[in-house]
C-alpha cells in the first residue's frame, strides 16, 4: 500500500475513533440525566441521502457528528423506548419518497445500523408516532391521504402492518386541497379513569382534523401479535372542523389545560381549542380563538411546539420572511402574540431543548440547523450565531433525546 493510501486509511481510523469515543462517553451517562451540561444526542432528518446524529451541546452551540444512516428522503423520524436490553433508544425514520416510500428503525448504536424496514405504506408518509402503550408506530401518509399502523416487536424494530386507513375529502384550494392530505397525529389523553385515548390527525386536504378511537384489539391478526395492538375507530361526528381554505398541518396538546393547538399551513393561524368528554367519554372541541400567526398570510405555516414550562408556544412560517412566531400562554391556555424572529429559509420543523433555554430550527432551504436562544421570562429568540450546515442534503426534522 502506497503512502497516500496509508494515510487516507489512518485518518478513517482516527475519526471512527473519535466518534466512537464521544459515543460512548455520552452512554456512560448516569440514568436520568438530561445531558445539557455535557451535551444531548440530536437526531436530524433529511431531504436527500441519510439520517444523521450528533452531539449538540447548547453552552457553545457546538454539534459532533456522531453518524449517519443512509436512507433514502428520512423526511421525519422519532424515538422509541429506552430499551432494556442496552440503556438506548430505538431510531425510526419514514422515507418520504413517492410509490418508493418506507418505514425503517435503526439501533442507536455507533453504526445506526437498520433493524427493520416495511415498504408496505401509503405515498410520500411524512410523520411519524411511536405508541408506547401499544408498541406500535402510526404514520402520516400525506400523498395518498391515509395513516398507517406497524407493530414494533420485542427488539425495537418495525414489523408487519396491522392497519391502514384512507380517507376521502377535499377544499378550496385546488393546487393543495384536490384530496385529503393526513399530515400529522396526536395522541388525546381521554378521560381520567378511562381505559380508551384518542388519536388526532391533520388533514390538510379536507380542512379538519380527524378523530379516531384507540383501544385493544383482541381478534384478527393482532392475535398473532406478541402485543396488545391498538386499532383504530374512526369518530366522524367528533371531526373538528377548521374552516374552508385553512389547511391544518401541525398540532399541540396540552393536557393539563386541556387545550388543542392547531397550525394551519394555508390560512397562517393559531387555532386554539378546548376540550371536554362527553357521556359516552368522546371528546367534544370548542374553538376558542383564531389567531393570525402569520401577519404575511404566504400560506407555508409548518410547526407548532409548546415550550416545556408551558408559558409560551411557538410556530414557524416559510415562503415570505421566514420565521417563528412566539406567543405567551395564560393560566387559562389562552394565548397572545408577542413577537416574531426571523430565520434562515423554509424552517420547517424545529425542536427545543428540554431544559427550555434553546431551540434548534431546521432551515430547509438553506441546508442548515440554526441555535436560537430563548429567553426565560419573555420566551423571546436570539440567534446565537451558530449553525450547523449541510453540503447537500436538506435538513427537515429535529429530535433531541431527553
Known sequence: MNRPK?????TALLAIAVCLSVWLCQRKKPAGNSGI???QVVYVGTYGSGLYRYIFV?????FTFLGKADVANPSYIALGEENDRDGIYDVYAVSENGVDSGI???ADDIMLSMTGSNSDIGRDPCFLLFDREGHTLMTAEYGSGSLSVFRVDEDGAVAELLQRLEFKGSGPVKTRQESSHIHQLKFLPAEDGASCRYLLATDLGADRIRVMKVSDHMDGPVLECRYHSPVLTCLPD???LCGEGSGPRHMAVD????????LTELSGELLVFSYSFDGDGNPVFELDSRLLADENRAGGSADIRIHPSGRFLYTSHRLKKDGISVFSVADDGSVIKTGYCRTGKHPRNFAITP???AMLVACRDDRTVEVYGIDPDSGALTYSGTKLRFAEDMPSCVVIAE
Request: some cysteine; glycine content about 14%.
Open 37 to 39: 451540561s455535557e451535551g
Open 238 to 240: 367528533a371531526d373538528i
Open 58 to 62: 447548547p453552552s457553545d452551540g457546538s
Open 355 to 357: 431544559d427550555g433555554t
Open 6 to 10: 496509508i494515510l487516507a486509511a489512518v
Open 255 to 262: 393536557a393539563g389545560r386541556h387545550r388543542l393547538y392547531c
Open 104 to 106: 425503517y428503525s435503526f
